[in-house]
C-alpha cells in the first residue's frame, strides 16, 4: 500500500476513535458524532474531510483552539509547515502537509498535456486527486489575482499562464513588471506582445494607457476581435501613482464587456497594494499562493479560509473561483522552454495620456438604480458562478422582467463586488441546487 494513503488511514482511524469517545472534547458523555471521513492524497499535502453533521461547529471549534494544538497530536506523519482545520462546504477538512521524501514538486507543464482548446483557457497545476486543474477567462472570471511571497512559485505560475494564453494568435497581450523586469523580463520572445514589456512606471503608464484607449474604441465599435490581456506583476508598485490606478481600476470593472482581461502578481498582497478596493473586488479569479502571514492570505484568497499562509511554497496553492476551491500543485514551463523568437508590434509604448483615465464614463447612458431584489439576485448569481444568461433567466423569475444585456453585465458586476465582500467578512453564502460544475477539473 502506498505509505501515503497508509499514513492518511491512521489519521482517519485516530480522529473517529477520539472522536466516538469523547477525548476531542475532554468529556466521555460528549462525544462527537462522526458521520464520515475520506481521505485526501494531494501532491503536498494529505487532508481528511468530516462529514460530522450538526457537530461540524464543536469539530471545528475542539481542532483550531491554540493554532490546531490538539489536530497536530493525531497527524501520524512528521508534516511540513502547519496543519489547517476549516470548513469546506459541509465539511470539515483537516491538512498536513507531506514531509519532502513524499511530496510532488516538481510537475513540468509536458507531463500535463497541451494548453486547452479554447484561447482564454491555461492549464493551472494537478489537484489533490491527480486530475488537470484548467483555469480561464470568462465571465465569472475575467480577471485574475496571482499572490505570493518569495519562493512560493508565484512568477512561476505567472509565466505558465502567459505562454499558454499567447499561443492563441487571437490574444494581445501588454505585459507590465514594475520591478525592472525581474519577473516577466524572460518573457520578451512571447507571440502576440503588443509592445516591450513595461518595466518602470513611466512606461507601465504608456501601456495601460494604451490599453484603456483599446477598451474605449472596442467599447465606442460595438465589436472585437479577440482578447487583450494585461498582465501586470508587483502591481503595489503601481498603487502610489493616481492615474496608473485609475486607467488599471477602469481595465477591471469595464474591461470584461470590452474582452480586456486583467491578470495581477503581488508579492505582498494587502489591501493598500492595489491603490483602490474595487480594483480586489473585481479579481474574482485568485491563485494563492504562500504568503506571509493570516491578513495577507485573507486579501489573495478573498475571505478568512483557507489560510495560504499555511500552504508549503514552490508552487503549493490554491485556486479560488466563484463557488470553488482547489489545493493543487502548479505546473510550471522551464525557462529554457520559453518561446524567445515572437517580436512586439510596436517598438515603444506611447506617451501616457493625462486623460486616457477619464475616456470611458462611468455610466453608459443614464443612472443605475437596483432594487433590494436585483441586489440579492446578483449576489446570489455571482456565489454560484452564473454568467449573464443564467442572472437574466434569475431576475426574470425573482422579478417578472428580464433585463437587457448591458444591465445585466453591471448587475453581474455588483453581485460580484457584494459576493466578495461577503467572503471578506467571513460570510458564507448557500450554493443551493443551481450550482455547476464550470471546468471539467470542478471550476
Not at 485526501?40 to 460530522?52: C, K, M, Q, S, T
Not at 480586489?280 to 489573495?300: I, Y
Not at 517580436?343 to 437596483?370: C, I, K, N, R, Y
Request: hydrophobic share 40%; net charge negative.
Amino acid at each position: 500500500m502506498d505509505a501515503r494513503i497508509n499514513m492518511l488511514e491512521r489519521w482517519a482511524a485516530g480522529i473517529v476513535q477520539a472522536a466516538g469517545a469523547g477525548a476531542l472534547t475532554g468529556d466521555p458523555n460528549k462525544p462527537l458524532r462522526l458521520r464520515s471521513v475520506q481521505t485526501v492524497r494531494g501532491p503536498r499535502a494529505g487532508a481528511l474531510e468530516i462529514d460530522a453533521g450538526l457537530d461540524s461547529g464543536r469539530l471545528l471549534r475542539v481542532l483550531t483552539v491554540d493554532d490546531c494544538a490538539l489536530h497536530r497530536q493525531f497527524v501520524p506523519w512528521d508534516f511540513l509547515g502547519d496543519p489547517s482545520a476549516y470548513m469546506m462546504g459541509r465539511y470539515v477538512r483537516l491538512e498536513a502537509g507531506w514531509p519532502d521524501n513524499l511530496a510532488e514538486k516538481n510537475i513540468p507543464l509536458e507531463s500535463l498535456g497541451q494548453h486547452p482548446a479554447g484561447g482564454g483557457r491555461w492549464i493551472a497545476g494537478k489537484n489533490e486527486t491527480g486530475a488537470t486543474v484548467t483555469l480561464g477567462l470568462d465571465d465569472q472570471k475575467p480577471h485574475y489575482l496571482f499572490g505570493g511571497w518569495t519562493g512560493s512559485g508565484k512568477t512561476w505560475a505567472l509565466h505558465a499562464a502567459l505562454v499558454q494564453l499567447a499561443r492563441d494568435p487571437l490574444n494581445r497581450l501588454v505585459l507590465i513588471d514594475a520591478k525592472w523586469g525581474a519577473s516577466l523580463g524572460c518573457l520578451q520572445g512571447l507571440p502576440g506582445l503588443i509592445g516591450p514589456i513595461a518595466i518602470d512606471l513611466t512606461t507601465a503608464k504608456g501601456a495601460l494607457s494604451w490599453a484603456v484607449n483599446e477598451m474605449r474604441q472596442r467599447y465606442e465599435s460595438g465589436s472585437h476581435a479577440g482578447r487583450v490581456i494585461v498582465a501586470v506583476d508587483e502591481v503595489q508598485e503601481l498603487s502610489g501613482d493616481p492615474g496608473a490606478v485609475e486607467m488599471l481600476r477602469r481595465l477591471i470593472v469595464q474591461g470584461r464587456g470590452a474582452g480586456v482581461h486583467v491578470l495581477l502578481g503581488t508579492q505582498h498582497p494587502t489591501k493598500d497594494a492595489f491603490g483602490d478596493p474595487a480594483i480586489k473586488r473585481n479579481l474574482t479569479g485568485r491563485v494563492a499562493l504562500r504568503v506571509e502571514d493570516g491578513v495577507a492570505s485573507n486579501v489573495v484568497v478573498g475571505g478568512p479560509n483557507p489560510r495560504a499562509d499555511h500552504l508549503l511554497g514552490a508552487g503549493d496553492a490554491y485556486a479560488v473561483t466563484p463557488g470553488a476551491v482547489q489545493r493543487l500543485q502548479m505546473a510550471y514551463i522551464p525557462e529554457k522552454q520559453l518561446p524567445t523568437d515572437g517580436q512586439p508590434v510596436l517598438e515603444a509604448w506611447p506617451e501616457f495620456d493625462a486623460e486616457a483615465a477619464g475616456t470611458l464614463p462611468e455610466d453608459h447612458g443614464g443612472g443605475f438604480e437596483v432594487s433590494g431584489v436585483e441586489a440579492a439576485v446578483a449576489i446570489h448569481a455571482a456565489n454560484l458562478g452564473k454568467g449573464r444568461p443564467a442572472l437574466q433567466r434569475m431576475l426574470q423569475e425573482a422579478t417578472g422582467s428580464k433585463p437587457g444585456g448591458s444591465r445585466s453585465e453591471r448587475l453581474l458586476t455588483l453581485g460580484r463586488e457584494g459576493w466578495t465582500w461577503l467572503q471578506e467578512q467571513g460570510l458564507m453564502l448557500c450554493d443551493g441546487d443551481e450550482s455547476e460544475d464550470d471546468e471539467s477539473t470542478g471550476f
